[in-house]
């Protein structure tokens, strides 16, 4: 099965549009949403809505678990704290109804789905080796799919190995066959690895293969929307910088 994966939409329907056509246009078999539906853009209920139409698997990010109530807004940055409480004065009723039904991970896939890590499903960003290896001790599959570090990244561990891994750039193959993998997609909606386009990966579970793909969508429009929703300036400045 080829499986479009996503991560970190953060209502950034621009970039969110510009994936769906892509995916689209590989036809691939079902899509995947690591979570974090709101939190930093402008488009809440348009994401969700888009999520609901065609994410086959949708996990809760801990922006979604925020706007839902179930995270105290000031564990977050003032930034993140004020859009997530933009969000929840602006939400449509629907819109939270679907955010209350998601979870953090999922384990019954051919791949474990955690938004954040298998340690720490809501919070931990895997950003070292070192943190890969404390996930991989604990990982209930060979391969799993996290999110939240809004980074392109793919760690792995062979037999009596230590865990190795790296950024993984537009147009990587990664051959995910043999040892334990977490792979991260990427952000679509607010990427922090210095590339403003928005990321996403397509996973082959028959081939046991991880293509990362960055695809290109109205970043000047994103942050126009950011602005004329009176949210914080920095939040549209980061846009065209990847960070």
Known sequence: MRVAVVSDIHGNRHAFEAVLDAVEAIAADELWCLGDLVGYGADPDACVALTRRYATVCL??????????????????????????????????????YLRTLEPLKLDEAVGLYHASPRDPVWEYVLSPLQAELCFDVLQHRVACIGHSHIALAYT??????????????????????????LNPGSVGQPRDGDPRAAWMLLDTDAWTAAYHRTEYDVAGAAAAIRAARLPDSLAERLPHGQ
Not at 63 to 82: C, K
Not at 157 to 173: F, I, L, S, Y
Request: net charge negative; charged share 25%.
């Open 60 to 97: 809760a990010g801990n922006h979604d678990l925020a706007v839902r109530g179930d995270i105290p807004l000031d564990e977050f940055s003032r930034g993140a704290a004020l859009a997530a409480r933009w969000t929840q004065e602006t939400i449509s009723a629907d819109a939270l109804v």
């Open 157 to 182: 561990r062979g037999a009596g190995m230590p865990a190795t891994g790296e950024k993984q750039p537009d147009g990587a193959v990664l051959d995910v066959a043999e040892g334990e993998w977490l």
